[in-house]
């Protein structure tokens, strides 16, 4: 029964290692690619900006144009949630095209591979995240407004990039 804890143990410290150097190895790929932004902006002539303005004004990943519906992964049911967290899983649904074309500025891209403001919505992650809910419930009341998708973008660059 002893050795059993201990392995177990050591599992745990083994596992809790692997992560911290996961961790670690994605904020060094960060700060990499930060330094990278930095040293083509020095030799393209631009050095009025400095690394949090760069950061800022990074839009994350987006569509230009809208993609087919199909081409989407689907989104959770928005009756597995509750208030505006089930509100902005049901404008997921409505239309996800537009959200396609919308940036995440939560910058998951960078942290989990999200390719626009949809992949959100495909699985838990906007049911935890303030920016996720809130650029949906935006997006859908400047839809209603009968502003384009790219007015939408605009708007929530102008919006969320600071």
Same mark, same amino acid.
């Given at each position: 029964?002893?050795?059993?804890?201990?392995?177990?143990?050591?599992?745990?410290?083994?596992?809790?290692?692997?992560?911290?150097?996961?961790? %670690?190895?994605?904020?060094?790929?960060? %700060?990499?690619?930060?330094?990278?932004?930095?040293?083509?902006?020095?030799?393209?002539?631009?050095?009025?900006?400095?690394?949090?303005?760069?950061?800022?004004?990074?839009?994350?990943?987006?569509?230009?144009?809208?993609?087919?519906?199909?081409?989407?992964?689907?989104?959770?049911?928005?009756?597995?949630?509750?208030?505006?967290?089930?509100?902005?899983?049901?404008?997921?649904?409505?239309?996800?095209?537009?959200?396609?074309?919308?940036?995440?500025?939560?910058?998951?891209?960078?942290?989990?591979?999200?390719?626009?403001?949809?992949?959100?919505?495909?699985?838990?992650?906007?049911?935890?995240?303030?920016?996720?809910?809130?650029?949906?419930?935006?997006?859908?009341?400047?839809?209603?407004?009968?502003?384009?998708?790219?007015?939408?973008?605009?708007?929530?660059?102008?919006?969320?990039?600071?």
């Amino acid at each position: 029964m002893k050795k059993r804890t201990i392995w177990i143990i050591l599992a745990v410290i083994a596992g809790g290692i692997i992560l911290f150097a996961l961790v %670690q190895r994605q904020q060094g790929n960060r %700060q990499q690619r930060t330094v990278a932004a930095h040293a083509s902006n020095a030799t393209s002539g631009s050095t009025s900006e400095s690394p949090k303005s760069s950061e800022a004004a990074r839009v994350p990943a987006h569509y230009e144009t809208a993609p087919s519906r199909s081409s989407l992964g689907s989104t959770l049911p928005p009756e597995r949630f509750t208030g505006k967290a089930r509100d902005a899983y049901q404008v997921s649904r409505e239309i996800p095209e537009v959200l396609a074309q919308l940036p995440c500025y939560c910058h998951c891209d960078m942290s989990l591979g999200h390719k626009s403001l949809t992949s959100c919505f495909e699985d838990n992650h906007a049911a935890n995240c303030a920016t996720c809910i809130s650029e949906a419930l935006t997006a859908d009341a400047l839809k209603k407004q009968g502003l384009s998708a790219a007015q939408i973008r605009e708007a929530i660059i102008a919006q969320y990039s600071d």
